[in-house]
């Protein structure tokens, strides 16, 4: 613990390009670019999963084969077979985000098609039955049913994709596991622990903050339900379904 | 493929390993998380700190749980027991919540039901609450299963030998073949213990059986 | 009926462990396990991570087996810094070492201007419990090399060489040389070279190639017995001041198990050798992807030591 302290309580660990700010906003940045990767992909590939049925047991069965891609061996095939094509810094950054983009469009994925999937019948029926069209009703009455579990599948790929990122260190990639990394190649124990602790810190606020989002965002309609139902959907994002 | 051919024993050494490696901590994480989540589901007061705390564990990077292992538990630096209690720590933080809502999703009627025909707290968890926890509780120790086959593989990073050992051979060679053996290898073994796992539920669950699933 | 239910439980479960130890009556952990209650018969050979140093340590392994002598090998293990602390907890007995590079770990300010010079600062700092036998005729030294292009943009021939351009590039090396008395801080001591930034790679493997030829850095530090650095045309920039040192190949072993059979069985693959024969071996491993192992035994065959 006094190794942690002493490596986090040091003012010139936190500064410079190599600093504990500009690993802690390297990281947000990844996890962002990840997030905003994997949302485009998955959200509307599960709005339409879970608005027409189709493919369902195909993509139920890819997501949970992604999950189980070992995302160290996937990162090194990433870099060994695109790193040679891509010029410049890219050409490690690509590659990390692509994995780290394979690791958050499950939860995502699966967060959007049963959210989708719980919205009322009677609601989508009541709406069809006032005129609505399949569009209408997909933005107008599904998607907005759909979000609690679409931000809770966010809330998980952001978390697994804070601690995972740090992996993406092994092939050059900046970020907090930079930290890890460099601290195991020299046995610096305070350094590897401080990392450690500051990818807690992280995603304590990440988590935090998604949780504020997620109270304001949602329509008031829906956010009624009491904690227990909550704890249950925010479960059904990670479990395979 | 001929890579594989060449090296099936090997292949095979390590998916062995990988396998005690991923699965002994799945068992004992799920040992642990069971009172845990019971206390959770018991003692409101407790829930909100018990899930909480449970699921920061999960956010703490595997590799540096590897390494530090040895520090906290005055371990050999490369002995496999720092990575089995590392993944337990992770079947734990995956599990005790998973148990809380399994536990929670028994019916209140069944519960009461269970005490008026006189039947003690203790004898009501395992012959009742637990078993019709099981499907809930099932379908999360297939993510943490599938999970753990895949962060085992990191350990490598550290020279604990298993199916990664091939993903970090192969990265300093440039080589691709055994990567990609390594990696199909991962996803097999996942296949394989999720279906096991199921097999074992189907078990458990015989009143699940023939279409009248709860 | 219940007691039945029970027993399919039971034996559900059963096959569910079955499973996780499944085909082999032997210990799955046993291979791996570093265990300090190894009878003193059984050597556990470790290597560093980085294919030369796993090569190596198959030959020690490979020739150890030849003698009766019972080994585990426990390879791949990160870095220096990480592994001699296995050494130092009993993970492993033996690994392949570096002359130059091992005593200035010990001792920063230590002579390792030529191989005698390296040697006897080596057996004067290995700590107790350590030993080192007879080290090889061939030498593998850390080295800054650019790509045949900078070369001849800069004309570079010699570290030196470097000074009015470093500020403008961008280095690359394993992460712990950015601390490595011989990495980044001795390239401004002796050279006083200051670079635009420092990129950690990996332990001057296929990730330090890729990035030199990809231009993701202008310079990198490459082991000298790394075959790519011919297959690539990469430039190996003289060390006229000697800042790498000397580097033979050395056993590095806990003292107990240095028995006699196991000292005369070393030193007799170290006798054979030399910087050329290495970089062939480590060629075969690394460019034609050939196994440590099998090329390990294939050598000892060769030269009657297996």
């Known amino acids: 613990m006094n190794l942690v302290w002493t490596w ?27 997030l905003l990767i994997a949302a485009t992909v998955a959200i509307p590939l599960g709005l339409w999963i879970g608005h027409t049925g189709r493919g369902r047991i195909v993509v139920v069965n890819a997501v949970n084969g992604m999950r189980s891609l070992p995302t160290l061996g996937l990162l090194f095939i990433a870099v060994l077979l695109m790193g040679p094509r891509i010029p410049g810094d890219l050409a490690f950054l690509a590659p990390s985000i692509f994995v780290l983009v394979v690791l958050a469009v499950p939860p995502i994925l699966a967060g959007t098609y049963s959210g989708v999937d719980e919205v009322d019948p009677a609601a989508r029926d009541a709406a069809r039955g006032m005129g609505m069209t399949s569009w209408q009703v997909l933005f107008g009455v599904e998607l907005p049913g759909a979000l609690p579990l679409i931000f809770s599948g966010l809330r998980s790929a952001a978390l697994q994709v804070v601690a995972t990122a740090t992996i993406a260190a092994t092939v050059s990639i900046g970020g907090l596991g930079r930290f890890l990394i460099d601290g195991l190649a020299v046995r610096d124990y305070g350094q590897m622990a401080g990392g450690a602790l500051l990818v807690g810190v992280l995603a304590l606020l990440l988590d935090g903050a998604f949780s504020l989002v997620q109270r304001l965002s949602v329509s008031p309609g829906l956010s009624a339900p009491e904690a227990s139902s909550r704890n249950n959907q925010d479960s059904t994002a990670t479990i395979t379904t | 493929m001929t890579w594989f051919t060449g090296h099936v024993d090997e292949v095979f050494g390590l998916a062995r390993t990988h396998l005690v490696l991923s699965m002994v901590p799945l068992l004992f994480g799920l040992l642990i998380a069971l009172p845990l989540g019971w206390m959770a589901r018991r003692v409101p007061r407790l829930y909100g700190p018990l899930i909480a705390g449970s699921g920061l564990l999960y956010t703490i990077p595997s590799l540096a749980l590897f390494i530090l292992m040895p520090l906290v538990l005055g371990t050999q630096i490369l002995d496999p027991i720092n990575v089995i209690v590392a993944m337990t720590i992770y079947t734990i933080a995956l599990m005790v919540r998973t148990v809380a809502d399994g536990l929670a999703a028994v019916p209140d009627h069944v519960t009461q039901a269970a005490t008026s025909m006189g039947i003690g707290r203790w004898r009501r968890f395992f012959t009742v609450e637990l078993p019709l926890a099981v499907p809930v509780i099932a379908a999360g120790l297939r993510v943490a299963a599938v999970s753990n086959v895949s962060i085992v593989s990191v350990a ?55 279409g009248a699933a709860a | 009926m219940r007691t039945r239910r029970l027993a399919v439980t039971l034996t559900a479960l059963v096959t569910l462990i079955g499973l996780s130890a499944c085909g ?27 294919p030369e140093n796993q090569l190596l340590a198959e030959l020690y392994a490979g020739a150890l087996e ?63 419990g350590l030993t080192v036998l007879e080290p090889a005729p061939a030498e593998d030294k850390d080295s800054v090399v650019v790509t045949q292009a900078t070369a001849e943009k800069y004309s570079l021939t010699s570290i030196g060489d470097l000074a009015s351009h470093a500020s403008q590039m961008i280095l690359g090396g394993p992460p712990e040389w950015k601390q490595r008395i011989d990495g980044v801080p001795g390239l401004k001591r002796v050279y006083g070279l200051e670079f635009a930034s420092f990129k950690p790679l990996d332990a001057a493997g296929a990730l330090t190639v890729q990035a030199l030829d990809n231009g993701q850095v202008d310079a990198a530090n490459l082991f000298s017995t790394n075959p790519e650095i011919a297959a690539k045309g990469f430039v190996v920039l003289d060390d006229p001041k000697g800042l790498f040192g000397s580097q033979n190949i050395i056993p590095l072993i806990n003292k107990d198990k240095a028995t006699a059979t196991v000292t005369e069985t070393l030193n007799a693959v170290d006798a054979t050798l030399d910087t050329k024969t290495l970089t062939d071996l480590v060629a075969k491993v690394v460019i034609d992807n050939q196994d440590a192992d099998a090329v390990a035994a294939e050598y000892l065959s060769s030269k009657s030591l297996k």
């Open chain 3, 24 to 50: 082999g009556s032997s210990d799955p952990m046993a291979d791996s396990s570093g265990g300090g209650s190894a009878d003193s018969g059984n050597i556990i050979v470790g290597s560093a991570n980085f």
């Open chain 3, 66 to 128: 030849a003698k009766g002598v019972s080994v585990t090998k426990q390879l791949n293990i990160s870095s220096r810094e990480t592994y001699l602390g296995a050494l130092k907890d009993g993970s492993i007995d033996l690994i392949p070492e570096y002359t130059g590079n091992l005593a200035r770990y010990y001792d920063p300010e230590a002579d390792v201007s030529s191989t005698e010079a390296a040697l006897a600062s080596l057996k004067r700092v290995v700590p107790d």
């Open chain 1, 8 to 34: 986090l309580s040091e003012p010139s660990h936190y500064l410079g390009s190599d600093g504990i700010l500009a690993r802690s906003w390297q990281h947000l940045g990844y996890m962002v670019l990840t």
């Open chain 2, 156 to 210: 490598a990073i550290i020279g604990v030998a298993q199916l990664g050992s091939l993903f970090t051979d192969g990265f300093n060679r440039a080589f691709v073949d055994p990567i990609v053996v390594g990696v199909i290898a991962c996803l097999v073994l996942a296949v394989a213990v999720d279906a096991a796992i199921l097999l074992v539920v189907r078990l458990l669950t015989p009143w699940q059986r023939g």
